[in-house]
């Protein structure tokens, strides 16, 4: 007898958790100074891909829990004060405090704390998004999301965070191929 294929959910969810953790592991096989390592301002730092990948995954989850109408609603950024507590300034780290739209030289001077809490910040918000994803009904992926300003569907934009994940996923592959190490997540 075969096996139940997936659902369309499953199957994000799936490949969500599996780029979660290799954002992770090749994140967390660095030393600090490799994990803080920039290859200038247009190749930011280990510490920044993930930040950024972790920023954009929580402000996804708080928007589809929003839209689910579930809880929490609220980032984890935001819940936990983690500006505040990593000393950044609200409003100066691009869209969304997320690092988009920020030049090459305003990335450059954002200062993450230790590594071992950027890596537990991402943690949290790779969680928070994976919950957000799994909530979401098959039924409900083919529909427009809610104040879609590009009428893009649910999965839609799914598939375009999964894809924003796995392209910086590259840039940390790229770095540590750079400083010599192995790049590839998938060894």
Request: aromatic letters at 8%; proline letters at 4%.
């Given at each position: 007898?075969?096996?139940?294929?997936?659902?369309?959910?499953?199957?994000?969810?799936?490949?969500?958790?599996?780029?979660?953790?290799?954002?992770?592991?090749?994140?967390?096989?660095?030393n600090?100074?490799?994990?803080?390592?920039?290859?200038?301002?247009?190749?930011?730092?280990?510490?920044?891909?993930?930040?950024?990948?972790?920023?954009?995954?929580?402000?996804?989850?708080?928007?589809?829990?929003?839209?689910?109408?579930?809880?929490?609603?609220?980032?984890?950024?935001?819940?936990e004060?983690?500006?505040?507590?990593?000393?950044?300034?609200?409003?100066?780290?691009?869209?969304?405090?997320?690092?988009?739209?920020?030049?090459?030289?305003?990335?450059?001077?954002?200062?993450?704390?230790?590594?071992?809490?950027?890596?537990?910040?991402?943690?949290?918000?790779?969680?928070?998004?994976?919950?957000?994803?799994?909530?979401?009904?098959?039924?409900?992926?083919?529909?427009?999301?809610?104040?879609?300003?590009?009428?893009?569907?649910?999965?839609?934009?799914?598939?375009?965070?999964?894809e924003?994940?796995?392209?910086?996923?590259g840039?940390?592959?790229?770095?540590?191929?750079?400083?010599?190490?192995?790049?590839?997540?998938?060894?």
């Amino acid at each position: 007898m075969g096996t139940k294929p997936r659902t369309l959910a499953e199957t994000q969810l799936r490949f969500y958790r599996l780029t979660h953790e290799r954002l992770l592991t090749v994140s967390e096989g660095l030393n600090s100074d490799q994990f803080s390592w920039s290859a200038g301002p247009s190749l930011h730092s280990v510490a920044w891909q993930l930040w950024h990948c972790a920023r954009w995954d929580d402000v996804l989850a708080a928007h589809i829990n929003r839209d689910l109408e579930r809880q929490p609603q609220e980032q984890v950024w935001e819940r936990e004060s983690v500006a505040q507590r990593w000393s950044l300034t609200p409003g100066s780290m691009g869209r969304r405090d997320a690092g988009t739209d920020l030049t090459g030289e305003d990335a450059e001077k954002i200062t993450f704390p230790a590594q071992g809490e950027v890596i537990d910040y991402a943690r949290r918000a790779f969680t928070f998004v994976e919950d957000a994803v799994a909530a979401i009904p098959d039924d409900l992926l083919l529909e427009v999301a809610k104040n879609d300003p590009d009428g893009d569907t649910n999965l839609d934009n799914l598939i375009i965070y999964l894809e924003h994940l796995s392209r910086h996923l590259g840039m940390i592959e790229s770095i540590r191929g750079l400083q010599g190490l192995d790049g590839s997540s998938t060894r």
